[in-house]
């Protein structure tokens, strides 16, 4: 039994250490990284049993993701920017490149950024903004499809054709019968 708390309490500290890691990426948060793991590894080391490994842990859990609410880092910041720079822009020739030139920062640097900050490439964000404006026109039904397309930036009907169906696994004629019999 005294096995099985020590493995409890060891699962219960590697889960803090990999959201600690999260919390305090990057080269300015180190020093805060640091003395929250020394914390943690001495709150964790003094449990012996369970159930005050569980407070113990509700506790520096709840002090972590309230680290989390802190303000926006600056790399945070610069996703933010070319987030709202590519919906104000996205009906005009917006690529990774334009975006980086306008917040005066490298391709190579935003695109590593906000896949970072977000999970996924500026083009694919790019193009996922692009479709949801289509099917907000599609939804309305007064433009053809191929002046939609248009419309939200793409300079060909094929490259609108194709990245549609690759986001909503239907083609715009689809989809838009689909909203229009939704109402």
Excluded: C, W
Aim: no cysteine.
């Amino acid at each position: 039994a005294e096995a099985d708390t020590r493995q409890f309490v060891q699962l219960l500290l590697d889960v803090l250490q990999k959201l600690n890691r999260r919390v305090h990426r990057g080269r300015e948060r180190q020093a805060a990284y640091q003395t929250t793991r020394v914390r943690l590894i001495e709150r964790f080391t003094r449990t012996s049993t369970a159930e005050p490994a569980r407070r113990a842990f509700r506790q520096e859990l709840q002090r972590l993701t309230a680290t989390e609410s802190r303000p926006p880092s600056r790399s945070h910041r610069l996703a933010s920017k070319a987030k709202k720079f590519i919906e104000s822009n996205y009906a005009q020739r917006t690529s990774l490149s334009t975006v980086a030139a306008h917040l005066h920062v490298s391709s190579n640097y935003l695109s590593r950024v906000f896949r970072r900050e977000t999970g996924m490439t500026l083009t694919s964000y790019i193009q996922r903004v692009r479709i949801n404006h289509a099917r907000r026109l599609l939804a309305e039904g007064r433009e053809s499809i191929s002046e939609i397309a248009y419309r939200v930036g793409y300079r060909n009907y094929r490259d609108f054709y194709r990245n549609f169906v690759k986001h909503e696994n239907a083609s715009p004629r689809e989809v838009r019968e689909r909203l229009t019999r939704a109402g």
